[in-house]
Protein backbone atom coordinates (compact mmCIF):
# COMPACT_ATOMS: atom_id res chain seq x y z
CA UNK A 1 0.00 0.00 0.00
CA UNK A 2 2.96 2.45 -0.14
CA UNK A 3 1.74 3.75 -3.65
CA UNK A 4 -1.71 4.41 -1.54
CA UNK A 5 -2.20 6.86 1.04
CA UNK A 6 -5.38 5.06 2.18
CA UNK A 7 -6.98 1.60 1.13
CA UNK A 8 -10.47 2.79 0.72
CA UNK A 9 -12.63 5.97 0.87
CA UNK A 10 -16.44 6.04 0.61
CA UNK A 11 -17.96 8.13 -1.22
CA UNK A 12 -20.87 7.74 1.56
CA UNK A 13 -24.52 9.91 0.16
CA UNK A 14 -26.75 11.20 3.02
CA UNK A 15 -30.17 10.64 1.59
CA UNK A 16 -31.23 8.86 -1.51
CA UNK A 17 -28.96 8.69 -4.20
CA UNK A 18 -31.33 8.03 -7.35
CA UNK A 19 -34.67 9.94 -8.21
CA UNK A 20 -37.88 7.79 -7.27
CA UNK A 21 -40.00 8.67 -10.45
CA UNK A 22 -36.93 9.70 -12.94
CA UNK A 23 -35.68 7.51 -15.97
CA UNK A 24 -32.09 8.31 -14.57
CA UNK A 25 -30.19 9.81 -12.52
CA UNK A 26 -26.83 10.98 -14.56
CA UNK A 27 -26.92 14.57 -13.60
CA UNK A 28 -27.23 14.04 -9.63
CA UNK A 29 -24.71 11.32 -9.80
CA UNK A 30 -22.45 13.03 -11.61
CA UNK A 31 -22.44 15.78 -9.30
CA UNK A 32 -22.37 13.98 -6.17
CA UNK A 33 -18.49 12.57 -7.46
CA UNK A 34 -17.14 16.32 -8.17
CA UNK A 35 -18.03 17.05 -4.92
CA UNK A 36 -16.93 14.37 -3.09
CA UNK A 37 -13.59 14.32 -4.71
CA UNK A 38 -13.48 17.92 -4.33
CA UNK A 39 -13.90 17.74 -0.78
CA UNK A 40 -11.63 18.95 1.49
CA UNK A 41 -12.05 15.82 3.96
CA UNK A 42 -10.76 13.73 1.09
CA UNK A 43 -7.70 12.02 2.93
CA UNK A 44 -5.10 11.76 0.38
CA UNK A 45 -4.63 9.10 -2.53
CA UNK A 46 -6.96 5.71 -2.21
CA UNK A 47 -7.07 2.38 -3.97
CA UNK A 48 -10.39 1.95 -3.96
CA UNK A 49 -13.50 5.00 -4.05
CA UNK A 50 -16.71 3.38 -3.55
CA UNK A 51 -20.03 4.49 -3.77
CA UNK A 52 -23.51 2.54 -2.47
CA UNK A 53 -25.48 0.49 -4.70
CA UNK A 54 -28.42 2.16 -7.32
CA UNK A 55 -25.50 5.24 -7.14
CA UNK A 56 -26.66 5.52 -11.16
CA UNK A 57 -30.19 4.83 -12.18
CA UNK A 58 -31.22 4.38 -16.10
CA UNK A 59 -33.73 2.32 -18.11
CA UNK A 60 -33.43 -0.92 -19.88
CA UNK A 61 -35.09 -0.43 -23.46
CA UNK A 62 -38.04 -2.06 -24.48
CA UNK A 63 -35.89 -3.19 -27.40
CA UNK A 64 -34.43 -5.70 -24.87
CA UNK A 65 -34.81 -9.44 -24.87
CA UNK A 66 -33.42 -11.49 -22.28
CA UNK A 67 -34.22 -13.97 -19.57
CA UNK A 68 -34.61 -12.77 -15.57
CA UNK A 69 -34.57 -14.89 -12.41
CA UNK A 70 -33.25 -18.30 -12.18
CA UNK A 71 -33.04 -18.62 -15.94
CA UNK A 72 -30.96 -15.17 -16.60
CA UNK A 73 -28.01 -16.19 -18.22
CA UNK A 74 -24.56 -15.02 -18.90
CA UNK A 75 -25.52 -13.45 -22.17
CA UNK A 76 -28.15 -11.43 -20.46
CA UNK A 77 -26.06 -9.75 -18.04
CA UNK A 78 -23.29 -9.06 -20.85
CA UNK A 79 -26.30 -7.23 -23.21
CA UNK A 80 -27.67 -5.03 -20.40
CA UNK A 81 -23.34 -3.89 -19.77
CA UNK A 82 -23.18 -2.94 -23.04
CA UNK A 83 -26.44 -0.48 -22.34
CA UNK A 84 -25.09 0.37 -18.74
CA UNK A 85 -21.86 1.66 -20.28
CA UNK A 86 -22.24 5.00 -21.99
CA UNK A 87 -24.18 6.06 -18.31
CA UNK A 88 -20.37 5.65 -16.80
CA UNK A 89 -18.74 7.78 -19.39
CA UNK A 90 -21.62 10.69 -18.89
CA UNK A 91 -21.27 10.63 -15.02
CA UNK A 92 -17.45 10.65 -15.40
CA UNK A 93 -17.57 13.33 -18.18
CA UNK A 94 -14.19 15.47 -18.69
CA UNK A 95 -14.97 17.47 -14.95
CA UNK A 96 -15.21 14.82 -12.55
CA UNK A 97 -12.59 12.69 -14.45
CA UNK A 98 -10.11 15.61 -13.77
CA UNK A 99 -10.92 16.07 -9.94
CA UNK A 100 -10.77 11.86 -9.44
CA UNK A 101 -8.03 10.98 -11.37
CA UNK A 102 -5.39 12.39 -8.47
CA UNK A 103 -7.55 11.43 -5.30
CA UNK A 104 -7.87 7.72 -6.11
CA UNK A 105 -6.59 5.10 -8.86
CA UNK A 106 -9.67 2.77 -8.68
CA UNK A 107 -13.90 3.84 -8.71
CA UNK A 108 -16.62 1.28 -7.97
CA UNK A 109 -20.06 2.10 -9.18
CA UNK A 110 -23.77 1.10 -8.06
CA UNK A 111 -25.75 1.49 -11.29
CA UNK A 112 -28.87 -0.16 -11.81
CA UNK A 113 -31.23 -0.58 -15.10
CA UNK A 114 -34.78 -0.56 -14.31
CA UNK A 115 -38.04 -1.55 -16.69
CA UNK A 116 -40.37 -1.68 -13.89
CA UNK A 117 -44.30 -2.09 -13.95
CA UNK A 118 -46.05 1.07 -11.75
CA UNK A 119 -47.05 -1.54 -8.76
CA UNK A 120 -45.32 -3.69 -6.57
CA UNK A 121 -47.78 -6.48 -6.56
CA UNK A 122 -46.83 -6.70 -10.53
CA UNK A 123 -42.89 -6.63 -9.35
CA UNK A 124 -43.82 -9.57 -7.32
CA UNK A 125 -45.31 -11.72 -10.01
CA UNK A 126 -42.26 -10.67 -11.96
CA UNK A 127 -43.64 -8.45 -14.80
CA UNK A 128 -40.99 -5.78 -14.52
CA UNK A 129 -37.06 -6.46 -14.72
CA UNK A 130 -34.11 -5.26 -13.03
CA UNK A 131 -30.36 -5.44 -12.99
CA UNK A 132 -28.00 -4.33 -10.07
CA UNK A 133 -24.52 -4.06 -11.74
CA UNK A 134 -21.37 -2.82 -9.81
CA UNK A 135 -18.94 -1.66 -12.37
CA UNK A 136 -14.77 -1.04 -11.75
CA UNK A 137 -13.55 2.37 -13.41
CA UNK A 138 -10.04 2.21 -13.65
CA UNK A 139 -9.56 6.36 -13.52
CA UNK A 140 -6.43 7.14 -14.83
CA UNK A 141 -8.08 6.01 -17.94
CA UNK A 142 -11.70 6.82 -16.80
CA UNK A 143 -12.92 3.32 -18.81
CA UNK A 144 -14.81 0.52 -17.02
CA UNK A 145 -12.56 -2.58 -16.46
CA UNK A 146 -14.67 -5.24 -15.00
CA UNK A 147 -18.72 -5.77 -14.43
CA UNK A 148 -20.59 -7.66 -12.36
CA UNK A 149 -23.59 -7.00 -9.91
CA UNK A 150 -26.17 -8.83 -7.70
CA UNK A 151 -26.43 -12.63 -7.72
CA UNK A 152 -28.30 -12.93 -4.90
CA UNK A 153 -32.06 -11.97 -5.06
CA UNK A 154 -34.13 -10.94 -2.31
CA UNK A 155 -37.38 -13.03 -2.11
CA UNK A 156 -39.45 -10.53 -3.98
CA UNK A 157 -36.74 -9.86 -6.59
CA UNK A 158 -36.61 -13.20 -7.55
CA UNK A 159 -39.07 -13.24 -10.42
CA UNK A 160 -37.85 -10.19 -12.43
CA UNK A 161 -34.08 -9.57 -11.47
CA UNK A 162 -31.67 -10.09 -14.26
CA UNK A 163 -29.19 -12.52 -12.01
CA UNK A 164 -25.36 -12.17 -12.35
CA UNK A 165 -24.79 -15.81 -12.75
CA UNK A 166 -21.37 -16.08 -13.56
CA UNK A 167 -19.95 -15.91 -9.31
CA UNK A 168 -16.48 -15.31 -10.61
CA UNK A 169 -17.02 -11.71 -12.03
CA UNK A 170 -17.12 -11.31 -8.39
CA UNK A 171 -13.26 -11.42 -8.17
CA UNK A 172 -11.01 -8.89 -9.43
CA UNK A 173 -7.29 -9.00 -9.56
CA UNK A 174 -4.85 -6.05 -9.46
CA UNK A 175 -1.50 -6.97 -8.69
CA UNK A 176 -1.53 -8.08 -5.01
CA UNK A 177 -4.73 -7.01 -4.30
CA UNK A 178 -7.55 -9.98 -4.47
CA UNK A 179 -11.24 -8.29 -4.54
CA UNK A 180 -14.35 -9.54 -3.71
CA UNK A 181 -16.97 -7.16 -5.30
CA UNK A 182 -20.65 -7.60 -4.00
CA UNK A 183 -23.98 -6.35 -4.69
CA UNK A 184 -26.21 -5.13 -2.38
CA UNK A 185 -28.43 -8.61 -0.92
CA UNK A 186 -24.92 -10.51 -2.04
CA UNK A 187 -23.41 -10.14 1.39
CA UNK A 188 -26.39 -12.33 2.63
CA UNK A 189 -24.74 -15.35 1.18
CA UNK A 190 -22.05 -14.94 3.98
CA UNK A 191 -24.54 -15.15 7.05
CA UNK A 192 -25.24 -18.38 8.89
CA UNK A 193 -28.58 -16.80 9.84
CA UNK A 194 -29.99 -16.69 6.17
CA UNK A 195 -28.02 -19.89 5.21
CA UNK A 196 -30.28 -21.95 7.75
CA UNK A 197 -33.26 -20.46 6.91
CA UNK A 198 -32.94 -21.66 2.90
CA UNK A 199 -34.09 -24.96 1.92
CA UNK A 200 -31.00 -27.24 1.16
CA UNK A 201 -30.69 -28.13 -2.73
CA UNK A 202 -32.65 -24.69 -3.61
CA UNK A 203 -31.25 -22.26 -6.15
CA UNK A 204 -29.96 -19.89 -2.89
CA UNK A 205 -28.29 -22.81 -1.07
CA UNK A 206 -26.85 -23.73 -4.33
CA UNK A 207 -25.45 -20.14 -4.85
CA UNK A 208 -24.59 -19.70 -1.51
CA UNK A 209 -22.02 -22.65 -1.25
CA UNK A 210 -20.43 -22.02 -4.75
CA UNK A 211 -19.98 -18.43 -3.61
CA UNK A 212 -18.28 -19.15 -0.21
CA UNK A 213 -15.59 -21.76 -2.12
CA UNK A 214 -14.77 -19.46 -4.45
CA UNK A 215 -14.41 -16.65 -2.10
CA UNK A 216 -12.18 -19.02 0.27
CA UNK A 217 -10.25 -20.09 -2.59
CA UNK A 218 -9.30 -17.10 -4.24
CA UNK A 219 -8.06 -16.09 -0.58
CA UNK A 220 -9.40 -12.35 -0.42
CA UNK A 221 -7.75 -9.48 0.56
CA UNK A 222 -10.25 -6.86 0.13
CA UNK A 223 -14.50 -7.50 0.40
CA UNK A 224 -16.09 -4.39 -1.36
CA UNK A 225 -19.87 -4.33 -0.56
CA UNK A 226 -22.45 -2.36 -2.43
CA UNK A 227 -26.25 -1.89 -0.55
CA UNK A 228 -28.65 0.94 -1.57
CA UNK A 229 -29.94 2.08 1.73
CA UNK A 230 -28.14 1.26 5.34
CA UNK A 231 -30.10 3.35 8.14
CA UNK A 232 -28.15 0.73 11.07
CA UNK A 233 -25.15 -1.08 11.18
CA UNK A 234 -27.73 -3.80 12.36
CA UNK A 235 -28.43 -4.52 8.80
CA UNK A 236 -25.56 -5.99 7.70
CA UNK A 237 -23.88 -7.57 11.05
CA UNK A 238 -24.11 -10.95 10.59
CA UNK A 239 -23.00 -11.16 7.55
CA UNK A 240 -20.14 -9.34 7.35
CA UNK A 241 -19.29 -11.44 10.54
CA UNK A 242 -20.03 -14.34 8.39
CA UNK A 243 -17.39 -13.16 6.13
CA UNK A 244 -14.35 -12.87 8.59
CA UNK A 245 -15.65 -16.25 10.04
CA UNK A 246 -15.15 -17.57 7.12
CA UNK A 247 -11.96 -15.95 5.94
CA UNK A 248 -10.38 -16.36 9.29
CA UNK A 249 -8.80 -19.42 8.92
CA UNK A 250 -7.59 -18.38 5.10
CA UNK A 251 -4.26 -17.57 6.42
CA UNK A 252 -5.25 -13.70 7.33
CA UNK A 253 -5.73 -12.57 3.96
CA UNK A 254 -8.39 -10.49 4.56
CA UNK A 255 -7.31 -7.35 4.92
CA UNK A 256 -9.96 -4.49 4.30
CA UNK A 257 -13.63 -4.89 4.27
CA UNK A 258 -16.47 -1.94 3.37
CA UNK A 259 -20.03 -1.06 2.57
CA UNK A 260 -20.92 1.94 0.39
CA UNK A 261 -23.52 3.53 2.36
CA UNK A 262 -26.59 5.68 1.33
CA UNK A 263 -28.02 6.55 4.66
CA UNK A 264 -31.73 6.75 4.54
CA UNK A 265 -34.35 4.56 4.87
CA UNK A 266 -34.95 2.54 2.32
CA UNK A 267 -38.05 0.17 4.03
CA UNK A 268 -40.01 3.16 5.56
CA UNK A 269 -39.65 1.53 9.00
CA UNK A 270 -38.28 4.75 10.46
CA UNK A 271 -37.40 3.14 14.02
CA UNK A 272 -34.49 1.43 12.34
CA UNK A 273 -32.55 4.55 11.64
CA UNK A 274 -29.10 5.11 13.86
CA UNK A 275 -26.65 8.17 14.03
CA UNK A 276 -24.90 8.16 11.00
CA UNK A 277 -21.50 7.96 12.63
CA UNK A 278 -22.40 4.46 14.35
CA UNK A 279 -23.33 3.20 10.46
CA UNK A 280 -20.17 4.54 9.22
CA UNK A 281 -17.97 2.80 12.11
CA UNK A 282 -20.51 -0.47 12.02
CA UNK A 283 -19.62 -0.84 7.98
CA UNK A 284 -16.11 -1.33 7.98
CA UNK A 285 -12.81 -2.26 9.40
CA UNK A 286 -10.65 -0.26 11.34
CA UNK A 287 -10.84 3.77 10.65
CA UNK A 288 -6.81 3.59 9.38
CA UNK A 289 -8.21 1.77 6.61
CA UNK A 290 -11.51 3.32 5.36
CA UNK A 291 -12.20 6.82 5.15
CA UNK A 292 -15.44 8.54 4.81
CA UNK A 293 -16.44 11.43 2.65
CA UNK A 294 -20.00 12.53 3.12
CA UNK A 295 -22.24 14.41 0.03
CA UNK A 296 -25.46 15.12 0.07
CA UNK A 297 -27.90 14.40 -3.37
Known sequence: M??????IVRVVVKGKPSLKNAPDNIERASNMLHAAFTSREWPGKALFAVTPGGFIRG???KTWHGEKGWKSRNVDFESLVEHATPLVSEVLRGRVLRVARPRARYLTLGIDLLREPNTWKLRRKGMGVHIELVCVVDLQTGNPIHWTGKSYPTQYQENWLVQVVNLESHL????????????????????????SLIRRGSHKYKRIKEMQKLAKDFRLTIVLHHPHSTDSPRIWQ????GVRNLLANNNGALRYWASGIAFFNGLGVSTRVKKIDKVLVGTRSCDEHVKDVIVKP
Request: glycine content about 2%.
Open 172 to 195: FRRSRNRVLILGCHDLNMFSERSK
Open 238 to 241: TAWS
Open 2 to 7: SEYDIP
Open 59 to 61: KIP
